[in-house]
């Protein structure tokens, strides 16, 4: 199995931002399409944005279009999410997952991703 790890969770205000990183030990992100997930207590995962492996297109669901950015730091082997203009809404845990396979595209469904990673809380309250 393929370690994941997500940080940069916390705590903000509605209109403040956070920078989310996906880290992977021992598994080489950069030949991989990536997928950045949210959920929220009660609610069902959904799919916020993505990056692809060869050109590094980026996808976005739409209520984060404009606010979150997703990038790729090749030196560090990691995937970053940007997030700003935070909103109430954007409240949940924050998941990275990659895939299992070269061939695999970007894709903003939760299904057809191989490995996740545990998860980074944010909270975003007045």
């Known amino acids: 199995q393929v370690q994941l790890v997500e940080s940069g969770g916390g705590a903000v205000q509605p209109g403040g931002s956070l920078r989310l990183s996906c880290a992977a030990p021992?598994?080489?992100?950069?030949?991989?399409?990536l997928g950045w997930f949210r959920q929220a207590p009660g609610k069902e995962r959904e799919g916020v944005a993505c990056?692809?492996?060869?050109?590094?297109?980026?996808y976005y669901a739409d209520s984060v279009k404009g606010r979150f950015t997703i990038s790729r730091d090749g030196a560090e082997n990691t995937v970053h999410l940007q997030i700003d203009s935070l909103r109430p809404e954007d409240t949940g845990v924050y998941f990275c997952?990659?895939?299992?396979?070269?061939?695999?595209?970007?894709?903003?469904?939760?299904?057809?991703?191989?490995?996740w990673g545990h998860g980074t809380r944010v909270t975003v309250s007045t």
């Open positions: 997952a990659t895939v299992a396979s070269v061939a695999h595209q970007c894709q903003l469904d939760t299904d057809g991703y191989d490995y």
């Open positions: 021992d598994f080489p992100l950069d030949y991989y399409a």
């Open positions: 990056i692809t492996s060869l050109d590094r297109d980026t």
